[in-house]
């Protein structure tokens, strides 16, 4: 099993920055891959960007240039640097863990406004 808690979330004005944390515990050495997914009201949930156990990284389109996932392995903790925020990232975001075994672990997720 795998545990994830998520922190960081807020409101904000066009333009502004939110750091958002995600802690890991349980079976860490099982995790390949750990991303954030934002799901909008009334939207699927959608993957934004993940980072995998060697630190390659990937994003989507819309958040490329303005958001940053990083890790701290020693903190078992990964986190997403959300810079030039629009009212369009507003949603709840989700912290995910993909194990080797491919099963998926999730946070409880966290909002995320930003007003214009």
């Known amino acids: 099993q795998v545990q994830l808690v998520e922190s960081g979330g807020g409101s904000v004005q066009t333009g502004g920055s939110l750091r958002l944390s995600c802690a890991a515990s349980?079976?860490?050495?099982?995790?390949?891959?750990m991303g954030w997914y934002r799901q909008a009201p009334g939207k699927q949930r959608e993957l934004i960007c993940s980072i995998t156990r060697s630190g390659t990284t990937n994003y989507q389109d819309s958040v490329k240039g303005r958001f940053t996932i990083s890790r701290d392995n020693a903190k078992n903790t990964v986190y997403l640097q959300m810079n030039n925020l629009k009212p369009e990232d507003t949603a709840l975001y989700y912290c995910?863990?993909?194990?080797?075994?491919?099963?998926?672990?999730w946070g409880q997720g966290t909002q995320v406004t930003v007003s214009s």
């Open positions: 349980g079976i860490i050495f099982s995790i390949n891959a």
């Open positions: 995910n863990a993909l194990t080797l075994q491919t099963r998926n672990y």
